[in-house]
């Protein structure tokens, strides 16, 4: 039998948070090497802070950032005005993943976004892991309901 993986702590980020999460952030796009200016990322960093539509959650071993994902909570008209949110960044540090992490950090995201009577919540992956993808209905998100789409800015 595996041991027990140490338990999970799960909260909102804080500012002091920034530098563990930039960290961490190297273990979604390994290979992004484009890094903006520090005062560029404390100017960013500050307005997402000071923007309640956003959260952070962070999922800490000890005082590890290990897990993090970003909530965004989006007013709306229709649906009798409730909310809904996207999640994205989803990312579990490579030395952390496979102990259930990733599933406790997405499930206490889905549950702040229905605690604010969001009426739905969806995330977008590029993976075509079947072990992502896998990983994702586990959490509980339906890849069959709705069809993406992307686009990006011009060459």
Not at 54 to 74: D, E, K
Not at 75 to 102: F, K, S
Request: aromatic share 8%; hydrophobic share 40%; with cysteine.
């Amino acid at each position: 039998m595996p041991p027990t993986p140490p338990p999970l702590a799960i909260r909102p980020l804080v500012d002091a948070d920034l530098a563990a999460l930039l960290a961490l952030y190297t273990h979604l796009h390994p290979a992004d090497d484009a890094r903006p200016p520090q005062p560029e990322v404390q100017a960013i960093w500050q307005g997402l802070m000071a923007d309640p539509s956003n959260r952070y959650l962070g999922g800490f071993v000890g005082t590890q950032l290990v897990s993090s994902c970003v909530l965004l909570v989006i007013p709306n008209l229709t649906r009798g005005c409730r909310h809904y949110a996207l999640i994205e960044n989803v990312v579990t540090h490579a030395d952390h993943r496979q102990r259930g992490y990733g599933r406790a950090l997405l499930h206490a995201a889905l549950a702040h976004v229905w605690d604010k009577n969001c009426y739905k919540a969806m995330l977008m992956t590029g993976s075509k892991d079947e072990s992502t993808l896998r990983f994702y209905a586990d959490a509980g998100f339906d890849g069959h309901d709705k069809q993406a789409f992307v686009a990006r800015p011009p060459a």
